[in-house]
């Protein structure tokens, strides 16, 4: 089934998609990003697009610090989404990546003086780390210090930090990286947040670890403490703390909850998905596909259901 893009304001066959190759985003990566996942429910045979408005309010700080100027509302962004997603009919989960950039088709380093623009497309995607538990390492390569690249934005040219860490780690055999802050202690990994399980309670790197402060992060922490009661600290995290976790877990638009079974050759616990990360697990799941009465205002639906209209 063919998908859809939004571009220059219209909707349009993603085959037919293009910018020229002199867009300046292109060459100096100057463009805010974000991913949205769309979950596919069978049984009520809709698709829920989870947390739009939390993302597409951090897509409006990336634009702030990247000085672009984002020509719609949240409301409106809100309906392109959906308008979108529904006309390319999936029935599957998927993937829903807007991006505001500079378009002007010009060379030189710099953010003023230069035209801004937005697009969206959706593809078909599943699980980003299509297995059921990850094997992680370590990576070489540390997250930016603030001042460098803020990382708590979705900057395009942020993402080639994340790239190498991410290729190292499959070159030598592993899933995913997990990736330190430039003072040592843990950060991220290249696609999500890290938690560990340690005597029973949720401990994560703090936000001035040089962490992306994600929307699954903060989705997963208050699911723990309503759902199960159970208290999240947020603070700097060790590299030797990996090793000594009861779980560790990884958490992602993408990724969504993802149990980790060692880091560096290392079993976390006893290298099998432990209790707490698979009861949040579980619940996480029902809550994204609108199963769970509780949070479906975090649930935006797509396709009309005319027997319920």
């Not at 947390?51 to 409301?75: A, D, K, W």
């Not at 029935?91 to 807007?98: A, F, G, T, V």
């Not at 309670?201 to 992060?217: A, E």
């Not at 208050?222 to 000594?244: F, K, M, N």
Request: charge should be negative; glycine fraction near 6%; include cysteine.
């Amino acid at each position: 089934m063919p998908s859809y893009a939004f571009l220059n304001n219209e909707f349009i066959p993603l085959s037919e998609a293009k910018i020229n190759i002199m867009t300046h985003c292109l060459h100096y990566g100057t463009a805010v990003f974000e991913g949205i996942r769309g979950n596919w429910n069978n049984e009520q045979k809709q698709i829920y697009i989870f947390r739009p408005r939390e993302h597409f309010q951090r897509l409006y700080q990336g634009c702030r610090v990247m000085n672009i100027s984002l020509p719609y509302t949240l409301n409106e962004l809100c309906r392109i989404t959906v308008e979108l997603v529904s006309r390319c009919g999936f029935e599957e989960d998927l993937y829903i990546r807007p991006l505001a950039y500079k378009s002007s088709e010009s060379l030189g380093v710099r953010l003023h003086n230069l035209e801004d623009d937005f697009l969206m497309l959706v593809i078909p995607w599943g699980p980003y780390l299509d297995v059921d538990m990850a094997r992680c390492a370590v990576a070489s390569w540390r997250r930016p210090e603030d001042n460098t690249i803020p990382p708590q934005v979705k900057i395009t040219g942020l993402y080639v930090n994340n790239a190498l860490a991410k290729t190292e780690a499959v070159l030598n055999g592993f899933d995913e990286a997990i990736m330190l802050a430039p003072d040592g202690y843990v950060s991220e990994g290249t696609g999500e947040n890290i938690f560990l399980v340690v005597d029973g309670t949720l401990v994560t790197p703090t936000s001035y670890s040089s962490i992306l402060m994600g929307i699954t992060r903060n989705t997963v922490i208050q699911l723990a403490r309503d759902e199960l009661g159970i208290e999240t600290v947020e603070r700097p995290v060790d590299r030797s703390e990996l090793y000594l976790a009861d779980e560790c877990f990884l958490t992602g638009t993408a990724a969504h909850l993802t149990p980790v079974a060692e880091i560096d050759r290392r079993k976390i616990g006893d290298g099998e998905i432990g209790r707490i990360t698979s009861q949040l697990q579980e619940i996480y799941s029902r809550v994204i596909r609108g199963n769970h009465p509780k949070y479906l205002d975090w649930c935006l639906p797509v396709y009309r259901q005319e027997a319920t209209a």
